[in-house]
DNA sequence: AATGAATGAGAGTTCATTCAT
DNA sequence: TATGAATGAACTCTCATTCAT
């Protein structure tokens, strides 16, 4: 049902798909649909909830396996936001298109876990300038950038594409290393 | 009318946008807004089409200005367009976000256009790269990235920021040379 | 709901009834008629369907309590069906005027319904004039005629008029074995 | 101008033809049209009213060149009927299916000229009779029953068909003697 | 948990007509 | 005579949502 509504909000957008469709999606008639979820924004609330936790526990588990040094940080969350948004793609594409749709109180907690997923790269960064690995003046800016790359990818990602995943986790993870100057062999 | 449209897309999304608002917003009647466009996606297509036509003019008079040298090029066309970016931000958002809901003949042309402005970044990369000036192994994808970063800076810009456009121009610019491994001082 | 539309076609005509009046008349709102139908075109098809479906029924049970000879079946088909034009007018009304309006499969199955009917009664005439009964040299004209006298008579008949429906049937059962050069005593 | 009315009366009926549509077929503008016509009504009662009196004048023009006798007369009448209904066919159509949206005085204009054409057949029919040349019971019913027949030739003659225009006439001109029971050779 | 019927608001679009020029 | 801009009402159809069962 909320894979069913992810799909409508990545087809359509939130306000191109309708709840009639939705339901139709998720195989159970329109009425029952109001059973589940008080309305279409809670829909969209929970769809972006789901696909902004399970990216940052991707990420935090990436972490987990990597080695010390910022570069190899950096270069951990990188390829596994890369990787998830190749994989989770059609929640990549809603959680970036749709998310300004979300209005109240399901914002607010939609906007901390992506506030929570920034933090990650910044720290990253940061810690990386503190420690004398990477030389960027703007680590700030270039963290934010990096983030921005690894969500656009799902716009513009195509499973019949001649590059696998890894490999575009791996270019990926080069530029961002070269963005913050860190020195590349 | 045309920026009445502008306006209501980008604050409510294609979908989200009513012509009674677009019509409303332009000071005429529903009606009347049909004598000027025969349908909703024309609106759209006329926007995008002339948000992308300004930005590639923009792009191009950077480029005339600037020196031989790629990384000269590259600093002129991000600065550029992150300008543009601050400063048509609506029409940037628009054209970010509600491309996807173009559709038939009209959809071509504003391929072409962003296909054309794709093309001037890759160029100059490939040539830094040719030249000796960028030692990146993802010249493509580095453009990409550039591209990317510049017209995502519509969505996440604020005007009364405690950074200048011309500040954060410079940031981008050096953020780009740095992803395409120009060597900086 | 059909009844009211049948109402609505035969008053204003397809193009002239609206779909609010309609649900009106049939007593529910407007986008609940959607819940039924889903388009208006087809609540046309349906009662032209309907129509010309119970008219074929009337003809093919005169048929079999009728006699033998041809000018036996020709009145009991022809009494048959201006009865129906007189007691159904409404519908065949609606069944003459806004066929034109039917477009796609619609059409095609009302088509088949009617080239029926038509047949019916070219059967007639021409067993008619292959046993000897009618003269007539143009038996499948004078078939067509048959059919489309009874049909318009749903267009001039009034209920108040001075005749009833069986002394029309009668009236019209006489003109149409002349028209095929039947013995009239 | 007239008879881009009539076309697009005939094609689309009098609800479904557009003044705008009607416009672009006369080859004007929409606003022009309106120096010409106060009001789409108007086109419609125009139109008819040309058509009655033009068939009008073809039947009488007929009946001048005709023999004495009633037989010659409604044989005369009818073929001239079916001439005109197979020539300005589109008027044919349109003075059958849309006489119904006239309304108010224009309506009655009409009116006149149809109950005129229906009074020149009863009265052949009537003298027929009277003169021993007819043997119907039913004279009015039957020269009812002829118009009709001569007015929906419009609906169903088929310029490519296989059969003359004087050909078809010949035929109804027969059925028509038939019907009034006068005697064939 | 599930359904079909119902609703009022609103969508995009077209209508006949008018007005200023 | 001719035009393009303008209007308000109406069109068919879809919307998110609710209710009775």
């Known amino acids: 049902m909320f894979s069913a509504a992810l799909d409508a909000f990545s087809t359509n957008g939130f306000n191109g798909a309708s709840m009639r469709e939705i339901a139709t999606r998720a195989g159970t008639s329109l009425s029952n649909l109001y059973n589940y979820v008080p309305a279409k924004a809670d829909l969209l609330a929970h769809v972006l909830k789901r696909a902004n936790d399970d990216l940052l526990a991707a ?51 939609v ?55 890894e490999q575009i986790a791996d270019e990926q993870a080069h530029l961002a290393l070269a963005m913050v100057q860190s020195p590349l062999e």
Chains 1, 2, 3, 4 share one sequence.
């Open 59 to 109: 990420l935090r588990a990436a972490l987990e396996t990597a080695g010390d040094p910022a570069s190899d940080r950096l270069r951990a969350v990188v390829s596994a936001y890369v990787l998830w948004s190749a994989r989770q793609q059609t929640a990549g594409v809603v959680a970036i298109s749709e998310f300004r749709y979300l209005e109240g109180s399901l914002r607010e907690a």
């Open 111 to 165: 906007v901390e876990a992506r506030d929570r997923t920034q933090q990650l790269f910044t720290d990253i960064v940061e810690s990386g300038v503190a420690s004398g690995e990477f030389h960027t003046p703007y680590p700030h800016e270039a963290a934010r950038n990096i983030v921005l790359l690894c969500a656009a990818l799902a716009n513009w990602y195509h499973a019949d594409g001649r590059r696998t995943p």
